[in-house]
């Protein structure tokens, strides 16, 4: 019952994600799931709220082998990413308030349980 962003599950036009710089080549955690919310703050996709796939989380997953404290770091790095968009792209305060509100929901909740 719980939607998570996995890129596996998204469709992206390419001219659109490198119009907003790519993914980031060093930021091996959630560095995909940041540029995948720059793209929707800028107006350029779109979020099917439903279950459209499945990920599993396992010990030969690539990132259960990164350290905790690089993946706390990347979540910090997440927050701030998703901060600087909201503020370049959400012009209502409001609307920009709950965004950042949201993103550091979703971080808490990958951090317990990276913990």
């Known amino acids: 019952g719980h939607l998570s962003v996995q890129l596996c599950g ?10 907003d710089g790519g993914f980031v080549n060093d ?27 499945t990920f599993a989380w396992h010990n030969e997953n690539a990132t259960s082998h990164f350290s905790i404290d690089l993946r ?8 701030d990413t998703i ?8 012009h209502d305060p409001k609307v920009r308030a709950r965004v950042k509100r949201q993103a550091r929901r979703y971080v808490a909740r990958d951090v317990v349980a990276i913990l």
């Open 27 to 53: 930021w091996p955690y959630a560095g995909d799931t940041a540029m995948w919310g720059r793209l929707l703050m800028s107006g350029r996709a779109g979020l099917v709220n439903t279950s459209c796939g």
């Open 83 to 90: 901060d600087a968009a909201a503020e370049r792209y959400v």
């Open 10 to 19: 998204i469709v992206m036009r390419t001219d659109a994600l490198r119009k």
């Open 72 to 79: 706390l770091d990347a979540d910090r790095q997440f927050v």
